[in-house]
């Protein structure tokens, strides 16, 4: 059984345990701040088994009227393929259907992990911005 809930207050040792199961590492040298910015952020959820253990977390940065960026959807390494991450997302599609703009940023295909990503995605329902005529624009990232 998942349970799905908000969240405002963050264990630094639980978030760290989870961000790390996925190779988070940039997130995880500074994981105070990762709290931070949790607990700053327009909405968290979690997904935690009976016994209230962190599987996941999916987080939003929003204005709650025309658009929800989805900034975060982890899932704890064992807990992936069961079903989690999808829960997490059609509870934050559900709560910002309202929304002109529903967003995120994931790794491009040709990465590690984009190709599954792009998968999980487009399997919850999502598509690309260039499939709706819209480009996406950002500052360089520095992923060292």
């Not at 309202?98 to 295909?109: G, K, Q, S, V």
């Not at 690309?128 to 060292?144: A, K």
Request: net charge negative; charged share 30%.
């Amino acid at each position: 059984m998942v349970i799905i809930a908000r969240e405002a207050s963050f264990d630094e040792a639980e978030i760290f345990e989870l961000y790390d199961s996925v190779g988070w590492d940039i997130w995880t040298r500074d994981i105070a701040k990762v709290c931070r910015s949790l607990a700053k952020s327009h909405l968290v959820i979690t997904a935690r088994d009976e016994s209230g253990h962190l599987l996941g977390l999916a987080r939003t940065v929003s204005d709650d009227e025309t658009i929800c960026y989805v900034q975060e959807v982890l899932v704890d390494k064992r807990s992936q393929g069961q079903g989690v991450g999808r829960r997490l997302m059609e509870h934050l599609m559900e709560r910002y259907a309202h929304c002109r703009y529903f967003i995120l940023t994931t790794d491009h295909e040709s990465t590690p992990d984009g190709a599954a990503n792009h998968a999980f995605y487009r399997r919850v329902g999502l598509i690309e911005h260039h499939e709706q005529g819209l480009s996406g624009f950002g500052r360089r990232v520095d992923n060292s």
